[in-house]
């Protein structure tokens, strides 16, 4: 619940800052406003051009957070058609966010800390179906109740852990009630809460 929560707040600030981008001294554009080939990327399609424009905006980037937002919930087979991604530079001291929208995508970078860091691999799990695939097998009954998947990276505190924190989501409605755990470097479930 605290990691819909948390998710919310990532994709208003996400929604804030595209808006307010244009009107802001300290926002930067990060990369050209493009046309996505396929508008629902899948997670590991995400990653790979969000971590292109990320290094080209500069080298030492690292991700930070990767979700998906309510405007589009993970599918079956691993995409979403909303994705936020954010990415740190410990060299410039400022982050850069890589957002989509029904095949949009837009960056922009903004000045200050990215929080806490998950300590994803380089190879880290990337496999969006198979997580789509532990949400329904965890949740089937939400799904089948019509709510959609939700997901995105955690940190643990201390130690930086990085999990796949899945939650079920649908229009108008509270959360799932189920939050469940995949570590984000093995794709291995780690546990159920409810």
Wanted: glycine share 10%; net charge positive.
């Amino acid at each position: 619940m605290r990691k819909l929560r948390t998710i919310a707040r990532s994709l208003l600030l996400a929604c804030l800052v595209m808006c307010a981008a244009p009107f802001a001294a300290a926002a930067e554009q990060g990369c050209k406003t493009t046309t996505l080939k396929n508008p629902a990327p899948t997670l590991a399609e995400m990653y790979a051009i969000a971590e292109r424009h990320a290094k080209a905006w500069k080298a030492d980037a690292v991700p930070v957070e990767i979700t998906t937002t309510s405007l589009g919930l993970l599918q079956p087979n691993g995409g979403s058609s909303g994705w936020h991604l954010m990415f740190y530079s410990e060299a410039a001291k400022s982050h850069l966010a890589v957002d989509t929208i029904r095949g949009t995508l837009n960056c922009f970078a903004d000045p200050g800390s990215a929080g806490r860091i998950p300590d994803l691999k380089p190879d880290f799990f990337r496999d969006g179906a198979k997580l789509y695939a532990i949400a329904r097998e965890n949740g089937e009954a939400l799904m089948t109740a019509g709510y959609g998947v939700m997901m995105g990276t955690a940190a643990a505190p201390g130690s930086r852990h990085a999990t796949w924190n899945i939650n079920y989501y649908k229009e108008g409605t509270k959360d799932g009630g189920i939050l469940v755990l995949v570590d984000a470097n093995t794709g291995a479930l780690e546990k159920v809460i409810k």
